[in-house]
């Protein structure tokens, strides 16, 4: 969540437009989520640490040939073994919480997601102002060594599983391809839908908020850069709200109460310059980061243990990849001069996935998982 706040320097560094800037942010993720499938079925077969930490000692060394890039075609590249190195860590992150917390896994990943979104609160505002008060280069750039220290720190303190647990046969081909099937089940696609909108949403918000906040309210970048961290900030709260819901009264409601404030923040949001009434719509917005702990409980909990971490890769894979067109094609709305027509746009595609959530087959609740 640093790379949007550094995003105007990149198009000033590089002379990139708007179109090319949210094409760089797409790369990143497209390429997030192409490693989550194989990245999975490595979780199924193999120990969570070792990809944990290998994800974020890649990610690290991948931020130092960002920093460093020398041409745009270097700075794609980066970004997109940025990407991969990303994408090994997710499904093992849900598969290890799904070993030790079983019963509670709704109220457990909330609780850990709301952790990275303290860090999203805490870190743009920091490398906004490494940006101005030294590069945009140092701002990015900062993290890569805490992330070196976070990686070696990981695969000496997470605990291997135990090795019936560990020692699983890997998947032939065709079980891996007949989870493609699963998606034909009326639930299991109704919750890719939705994810895959959900995605589309927070990457085409989260790639360009602060850019138009200072393009286009006339904020301060420093002001801008705070707003984007309230609205990770208001995650913090809401992740575990939402987990726990989920544990208590199941995926519908949990998942409708948590998506409704956002369509009022996006549908406002044009017609508001005001920065404490600014503050309010974030807030509302930021709701929907409660979105992930419902989803994906709910997703880990459809798969069996055996197959839990390639159902997540297959369905993460799939969603995460048609989602990453999402700030292209926003950054492509935004060069034409509709940046606001833009969040009117997806107000509308929010409220088709609450329209979903209401409609999805069956919802699984808790009591079918007890």
Known sequence: MIYPIVLPYLQGTYGLSLSVAGLLVTVLWLFGSIGQLPGGMLADRYNERTLMAASTIVVAVALGFVVTASTPVVLFLATALWGLGHSLYPIARITFLSNLYSERLGSALGVTMATGDIGQ???PPIAAVLAVAIAWQVGLGFVAPLLLLV????????????????ERDPQSMRETLAIFGELRNPEMGFMTVILFLYIFIWQSFTAFYPTYLTNVKELSPAIAS????????????VKPVAGGAY??????G???????????????LPFVDNVWLLVG???????MLGSGAVTQSYLADS???????????????????????????FGVI???????????????????????TVRMPGGRETASRA
């Open 334 to 356: 935004a060069d034409y001069g509709y940046f606001d027509e833009g969040y009117i746009v997806l107000a509308v595609i929010m409220a088709v996935v609450i329209l979903l």
């Open 226 to 237: 705070v707003l984007f961290g309230f609205f990770f900030a208001v995650g913090v709260v």
């Open 151 to 166: 990686g070696i720190t990981m695969y000496f303190t997470v605990p291997v599983r135990t090795s019936t647990e560990s």
């Open 247 to 252: 544990d208590r009264i199941g995926m519908r």
């Open 254 to 268: 949990s998942l409708i109460s948590i998506l409704l404030p956002p369509v009022l923040g996006f549908s406002l």
């Open 281 to 287: 719509l974030t807030a509302c917005i930021s709701t």
């Open 303 to 329: 798969f069996s243990e055996e197959m839990k971490g390639t159902g997540l890769g297959v369905v993460r894979t799939t969603t995460a990849t048609l989602g990453a067109g999402g700030p292209l094609l």
């Open 121 to 123: 609160t805490v870190l």
